[in-house]
């Protein structure tokens, strides 16, 4: 059976406890609007064009960093295939699972956020 995934999100992990001085600054150096998420204080949203990636603004405890998302429609196939390609599986939480590439670079694997995912998304076979 095939799945599809593609790059949903940059994610910029920020070491706060408070977002307003990241969404001040990432603000202005992008150009693009930032509002808070209404889900989930520890998020802000970085309002891309929608021919782009999504990119969030993240509060976290680990150090700054920027990581990416996968949206896919099947994430036990898409971990599957990451794994055979290095990845290993740092954690699984309740809506994802974080990786890392055998890079050392950390990304996480999550179910689809954008509209146009079915129409745009590559497709994978088993």
């Not at 910029?12 to 204080?41: H, M, N, Q």
């Not at 599957?80 to 699984?92: N, Y």
């Not at 309740?94 to 179910?111: D, K, L, Q, Y």
Request: net charge negative; with cysteine; aromatic share 8%.
């Amino acid at each position: 059976m095939a799945h599809k995934s593609r790059l949903a999100c940059l994610v910029i992990d920020c070491k706060t406890t408070d977002l307003d001085e990241a969404i001040r600054f990432w603000g202005g150096a992008l150009g693009y609007p930032v509002y808070r998420s209404e889900d989930d204080p520890r998020y802000a949203i970085i309002e891309t064009p929608t021919d782009q990636p999504k990119m969030l603004l993240q509060a976290v405890d680990h150090d700054s960093r920027i990581h990416l998302d996968i949206e896919t429609d099947d994430k036990g196939a898409e971990v599957a295939r990451l794994e055979a390609l290095g990845a290993r599986i740092v954690a699984r939480m309740s809506r994802w699972i974080v990786m890392e590439a055998p890079t050392g670079h950390r990304f996480c694997v999550v179910n689809p956020q954008r509209p146009d995912f079915a129409a745009r998304a590559h497709e994978w076979s088993e």
